[in-house]
């Protein structure tokens, strides 16, 4: 099989390339350009792309770069600036994997004649009773079938996943049995376009970033009594139930409980007021078709999958109900519900919070 593997620099990606030799496949690299101002971290800095540029040439593979600038920023870039601006949790990271590393991929695979693309995220692909289901990886502490929640039939038919099956020790042990320079390199964890070092003000790079782009306006801080208990600098960047540099003195914890962008107005409170019984998804996707019923949702990359019940509704079922077994902290708009089926193995499909649901603040 000619197989497209899109390498990051990681070792993830390394070894998916290596395995793939092993297997016998024609294994050709491809490395995405997608961010073109400052980096220093993620799969868009420079030493990432020569790292998968040098791991090419260690295991006799043709390496590609593809330029995707221009669709990264129209489908990532500038819709995390534009929700920040509404007060909106973007998840950047989900939608790169959406529109690019599979979307724009498969596309570009197509037309150069691969059978099919693969790449280094633990998760795993099966064909159950004539079904491409997207399975949880092996290892739990790194499974990642939550960011790419939003692979079809069509997508999951073409894509190939070879470290799904092995944990993060033995992927490194693989590396650096072949001496491949990534066996040791750490895991990226920040936002590829978004730098880890201050600004000489002592702004944090989301911060900068945003600056240069939108206005941020200040905002008072209230609490749920509706009493003034401070400012915040910038309240698009305030993200529900958060607590650090929002919360105020005194001894109880107070979270987050309402932003409001236009009124220039932050909420905070217990945790309780975070609590609701339903949450509304909007633009679902599905795995194989619509489902309704009982499901196991998961609201962040690694956490915890709460027990609950889905049902698609809106027009053309552009968006979906979710019903808690028990309340559950808020999500914040912008961020990814992915469904999994009962027993929690597979994706079912995944969609995205469309807004705050019912606050116990007025």
Sequence with gaps: ???????????????????????????????????????????????DVDDARRVAQQLGIDHLVFNFTDDFHRHVVDPYVADHARGI???????????????????????????????????????????????RGADDAKDQSYV?????????SRTLLPVGTLTK??????????????????????????TSTKSPDGATGRSSFLRRRIELHAADVVDDAGEHIGRVDAVELVTL??????AGGGGN?????DVDVPQRRVVVGPESLLLVDRELGSSPTW???????????????HGEPRAGSIRTNGVDGNQV???????????????????????????????????????AIR
């Design 287 to 301: 795995t194989h078709g619509p489902v309704d019923g009982r499901v196991w949702v998961q609201c962040s990359a």
């Design 321 to 359: 109900d979710v019903v808690w077994d028990e309340p559950q902290r808020r999500v914040s708009p912008g961020q990814s519900l992915v469904f999994y089926d009962r027993d929690g193995g597979w994706v079912v499909g995944g969609a995205t919070t469309a807004s705050l649901t019912t606050s």
């Design 1 to 47: 099989m000619k197989v497209l593997v899109a390498m990051s620099g990681g070792v993830d990606s390394s070894v998916a390339a290596a395995l793939l030799l092993e297997q016998g496949h024609q294994v050709v690299g491809v490395t995405m350009r997608l961010w073109g101002g400052e980096s220093d971290t993620g799969c868009c800095s420079v030493s």
């Design 241 to 246: 139930g958060q607590r650090r540099g929002v």
């Design 253 to 257: 914890k107070r979270f987050v409980v």
């Design 148 to 156: 790419i929640h939003m692979l079809d039939q069509d997508a999951l």
């Design 89 to 135: 949790t973007p998840n950047p990271c989900i939608e790169c994997n959406r529109h690019l590393k599979f979307d724009r991929l498969l596309e570009r695979a197509d037309v150069l004649g691969f059978d099919a693309v693969a790449t280094g995220h633990h998760a795993r692909i099966e064909n159950i009773d004539g079904v491409w289901r997207l399975l």
């Design 169 to 194: 020790v033995e992927v490194r042990a693989h590396a650096t049995r072949l001496g491949l320079r990534t066996a040791t390199k750490p895991d990226s964890q920040d936002v590829c376009f978004i």
